[in-house]
């Protein structure tokens, strides 16, 4: 099993991604994969993870006001713009954690908020030493969200200031923040499609690591990984 990891830009931090994944399927082979390297298909992988990290660039996201949006990395959307399309084109399962959500919706043809604190929305952002940001989401029935955690209602961490505006047509939100906040996005219509959960939250960084918004999305994803794989 060889997973693509894509670079979160913080060599501090793609490690906690790394061993959190590591945690659940040990066996596996996971490549960081970023622009300054050489993969920008996945032929050969057996699944995708896209972490967290910089901003979309607003030209692609189309968020504003554009000064609201923070560092940005154009060469990396290209790059994870072209592993979704290659994920697509393999029929690879995709896990999306932050960024990773807001990327692939874009990618798929939606939109962001540039900035939460500025459109209303203050309770997403954890300040830096500060305590971890949690809060209550909600999800809708009948998805793979739930279907994977069993769970209608969940707590999970807060570490993103931008957020979904509008949803790609083909995808549909499957949890929201008591605000209303988009908390997690997966295909509307799921039927012949390869695996594909976006998350908000990050389930690498929480310290309960038996809550099901962490355990058992991981667990979901590596079982689509080997279910993929078996019948390739």
Known sequence: ????????????????????????????????????????????????????????????????????????????????????????????????????????????????????????????????????LRHRIAVNEGTLLQHCTGAPIGEVNSYHHQSVLVPAAMLEVSAYSDDMVAEAMEWKQKEGKPFLLLVQWHPERMTDRENPFAARIAAAFFDAVRTNSSTA
């Open 1 to 132: 099993m060889k997973i693509a990891v894509t670079d979160c830009g913080n060599p501090k931090k793609q490690p906690v991604y790394l061993d959190w994944l590591r945690s659940h399927q040990p066996e596996a082979e996971f490549v960081t994969v970023g622009h300054s390297g050489t993969v920008r298909a996945l032929d050969g992988f057996d699944g995708l993870v896209l972490t967290g990290g910089e901003d979309v660039d607003p030209e692609l996201s189309k968020a504003a006001p554009a000064e609201r949006v923070e560092a940005i990395d154009r060469m990396r959307d290209d790059l994870e713009f072209a592993l979704l399309r290659s994920s697509q084109e393999l029929r690879l399962p995709v896990f999306g954690i932050c960024r990773g959500l807001q990327v692939a919706n874009v990618y798929f043809g939606g939109t962001l908020v540039a900035d939460l604190p500025s459109a209303g929305f203050a309770e997403h952002t954890s300040e830096k030493g500060s305590p971890e």
